[in-house]
Structures are given as structure tokens and as C-alpha cells.
């Protein structure tokens, strides 16, 4: 496996003059030129958030890996399409859904149950026989119960780090809507905990 | 909040992340180079206006169907023209495509064209 692309994005140069700063618009001109390296450096910069994202919409860790292959190679067949006057990330993730949403219908047809399923169910282990474990165990029970919209933004932009604005590309939704929704899962999640923690000052 | 970090699935294993890269270029990386795409047909850029182009060839055809039928009556033959088809003589023209049609006595009178041999 050559890995010679590595070693050149390493000192922050790649041939074809794209540098470490190029912004994603320019990357894609100079892939289109046949620029590997350019190329590869899409793929460093959008690779994390990708398999963030695809975790989000697969059961499984091998599914999210394949979702992000196969968005990287939607993205490199249609790259001629991009159009660069518009902004590279919404256009990335609008691929990255639409390949999620494939998988996904795959997987339900090749199983016959639905994607939920996939979800193993949590088994207490000996870490959560301690306060904390069980504070982990709560959380995420409830995060499993938020809707499922609800559940991905608030993993995306409080666990996982993301803007609203990186969040809305991701989802395909507004900001503001992120925003709602990221705010109401908070709520939920406030008011299951403080139950629990009256329930445990009580016990 | 902080500890939200401890509940995200991505994966921390830095060598996981450098072997997820290296299959996505180790694929992808050879075809770039090669400058391949998919091939495309030839309206592929015209795809994602294919509604306005739509739209426009449907009013081009409208405005046809608006002019053609005066373009049809402009073209229907007139009778002088199928007069000139059957006769080369150019004095019985008067006859067939005035609007009155001429006293006996004019066609009786008319120079023949024995008369002048």
C-alpha cells in the first residue's frame, strides 16, 4: 500500500500547490486535476467528522466505516458536479446521508428488522455498579429515548464537538432547528437526572 | 458537561484512524491520479437546469403552435398562382381572379392569340 501522499502532506505542502490552509473549493480543483494529494487532504480534513456523522446513522462501527468509504468514493465520482461556488461541506454531508440512508435500507431489507434493532442492549457491567457507572448508565438510556433527531444533535454538538452551523450541514436541517432541538434534549435529559438524582438522595 | 466527552462512539485509536485513510486513498488515491471520472453523457451539465430547459422548450413549442397556422394560410395557393400554372397567357388572368366577373362582351372581344398569328 503506498502511503508516498502521507509523507508529502506531512511538511504542509502537497504538489499542485495545495497547502495545508487551501480552502475545500480550491482542494477540489486541483483533485479534478488529478492532484492524489489534494485529494488526500479532503480526506484527512473531513474524515473525523464523517465517521462522527455516520455513527450517528449506522448501528455499527463496520457500517459507519463502510458509509464513509462509500461517501468518499460518491464524493471522488461526482466531484466534477461540485459546484464551487457553493460551500464543499453541505455538499459533502448531503452525499454522506444519502449514502447512510442506502446502507441503512440494505441492511433493513437484508435482515427484515428494523435498524433500531441493531442497538445491542445495554448489559450492566461491573464499572456501573459504582455512583458513576450508574450516572453513565442513566445518561445513556436517556439519550437512547430522546427522538432520534433530538438525539443526534445533542450527541453531535455536545458530545462530539460540532457547531450548530457544522451540525445543520451535517443533518441537512436549520441552524435554529439544531439549536431547538439540542436545547430540548438538554431539558430531557436535565429532568431524567434530576429525577434520578432524587431518587438516589432518597434511597 | 465535560464529561459528555466520555460518551462520544468515534473511535480514539489514532492508528485505527491512519488505517481508515490509508484504504480510503489506497482505493480512490490511484483513480485521482489517473484523472478518471465516471463517464458522463453529454447533456451531464445541463442536468441540473434540465427543469428551466424544460420549461423554455415547452413555451418555444407553444409560441410555434401560436404562429403556425398564419404561416399555413401566408403559404395556401392563390389563384392567380394556379392560373399561372395552367396558362401562360396573362389576358385571361382578369378573368378568373376578379372580383366581378367581366361582361360576355369583353370575353368575346378579347384579342385571341390566333388573332395575331
Keep these: 500500500m503506498s502511503r508516498a501522499w502521507r509523507l508529502v502532506t506531512a511538511d504542509g505542502v502537497a504538489s499542485g500547490g495545495a497547502r495545508e490552509d487551501a480552502s475545500d473549493e480550491t482542494l477540489v480543483l486541483a483533485a479534478l486535476g488529478g492532484d492524489e494529494f489534494a485529494f488526500a487532504r479532503l480526506v484527512r480534513r473531513h474524515l473525523r467528522k464523517a465517521m462522527t456523522v455516520a455513527l450517528e446513522f449506522a448501528g455499527t462501527r463496520e457500517d459507519a466505516e463502510d458509509m464513509v468509504q462509500d461517501t468518499f468514493r460518491r464524493v471522488f465520482e461526482n466531484l466534477h458536479r461540485f459546484d464551487r461556488?457553493?460551500?464543499?461541506?453541505?455538499?459533502?454531508?448531503?452525499?454522506?446521508?444519502?449514502?447512510?440512508?442506502?446502507?441503512?435500507?440494505?441492511?433493513?431489507?437484508?435482515?427484515?428488522?428494523?435498524?433500531?434493532?441493531?442497538?445491542?442492549?445495554?448489559?450492566?457491567?461491573?464499572?456501573?455498579?459504582?455512583?458513576?457507572?450508574?450516572?453513565?448508565?442513566?445518561?445513556?438510556?436517556?439519550?437512547?429515548?430522546?427522538?432520534?433527531?433530538?438525539?443526534?444533535?445533542?450527541?453531535?454538538?455536545?458530545?462530539?464537538?460540532?457547531?450548530?452551523?457544522?451540525?445543520?450541514?451535517?443533518?441537512?436541517?436549520?441552524?435554529?432547528?439544531?439549536?431547538?432541538?439540542?436545547?430540548?434534549?438538554?431539558?430531557?435529559?436535565?429532568?431524567?437526572?434530576?429525577?434520578?438524582?432524587?431518587?438516589?438522595?432518597?434511597? | 458537561m465535560t464529561e459528555l466527552r466520555d460518551f462520544s462512539k468515534v473511535p480514539d485509536d489514532a492508528a485505527w484512524w491512519d488505517d481508515l485513510e490509508a484504504r480510503i486513498m489506497a482505493e480512490l488515491g490511484p483513480r485521482v491520479r489517473a484523472g478518471e471520472r465516471r463517464r458522463t453523457e453529454w447533456w451531464a451539465p445541463l442536468a441540473h437546469r434540465a427543469w428551466r430547459l424544460g420549461g423554455l422548450a415547452a413555451a418555444a413549442g407553444l409560441v410555434a403552435l401560436l404562429f403556425a397556422p398564419a404561416r399555413t394560410h401566408d403559404a395556401r395557393p392563390t389563384a392567380r398562382g394556379l392560373l399561372r400554372l395552367t396558362t401562360s397567357d396573362a389576358r385571361l388572368v382578369p378573368f378568373v381572379t376578379a372580383d366581378a366577373p367581366p361582361p360576355i362582351a369583353a370575353l368575346v372581344l378579347a384579342p385571341h392569340r390566333g388573332d395575331r398569328q
Design chain 1, 85 to 203: 461556488a457553493r460551500s464543499f461541506e453541505p455538499w459533502f454531508y448531503t452525499i454522506l446521508r444519502n449514502t447512510a440512508r442506502n446502507v441503512v435500507k440494505g441492511r433493513r431489507r437484508q435482515r427484515q428488522e428494523p435498524i433500531t434493532a441493531e442497538h445491542p442492549s445495554h448489559q450492566p457491567g461491573p464499572f456501573e455498579n459504582t455512583r458513576r457507572g450508574q450516572l453513565r448508565a442513566r445518561i445513556e438510556s436517556a439519550l437512547e429515548r430522546l427522538p432520534a433527531m433530538q438525539r443526534t444533535c445533542f450527541r453531535l454538538c455536545m458530545v462530539e464537538g460540532f457547531t450548530s452551523v457544522e451540525a445543520a450541514a451535517a443533518t441537512g436541517l436549520a441552524e435554529s432547528t439544531v439549536r431547538v432541538h439540542v436545547l430540548r434534549a438538554r431539558r430531557s435529559l436535565q429532568e431524567l437526572l434530576d429525577a434520578w438524582r432524587d431518587e438516589v438522595g432518597n434511597g
